[in-house]
């Protein structure tokens, strides 16, 4: 889900595969309401839990500069909370892991913690939630 930079040979492998792989340009184009649910789909059908493997590079560099590939054109903010929190609200997550998180390279160590925030999702816990009670926040938001 949002696979960006496949080369030629790498798409003509996936489809051989029959691995379903769907780029920046299909979500901006059907919206990623359809895109997850289309992808929830796949992966949810026949199975008990998943492995979720959440790679920093898919996202645009100017929320994660701290990867080794530096992209524009990657899903943003928005996108990214949506994907995680449908995951998290809808998938039982045998694994999960996050790569692609170099901290020589982040800024202000935007990128680790915007996984922090990734992995929350993933987990089920609402970014509130997750603010109150690991960032000590609740002064701040009530």
């Known amino acids: 889900l949002g696979a960006k930079d496949i080369d030629r040979e790498e798409m003509v492998f996936l489809d051989k595969m029959g691995v379903r792989y769907i780029t920046p340009y299909e979500i901006a184009r059907q919206g990623i309401h359809a895109v997850m649910k289309e992808a929830i789909e796949i992966v949810s059908t026949d199975t008990d839990a998943v492995y979720v493997s959440f790679d920093m590079d898919v996202l645009d560099c100017t929320i994660a500069p701290g990867t080794g590939i530096k992209t524009r054109g990657g899903l943003d903010y928005r996108e990214v909370s949506y994907i995680t929190h449908v995951i998290g609200d809808e998938l039982s ?38 603010e109150k009670n690991y960032l000590g926040l609740s002064r701040t938001l009530e």
């Open 93 to 130: 997550a045998a694994c999960l892991d996050i790569i692609e998180v170099n901290p020589l390279l982040d800024v202000r160590n935007q990128t680790a913690e915007l996984s922090v925030e990734i992995l929350m999702g993933l987990l089920g816990v609402k970014y509130t939630t997750y």
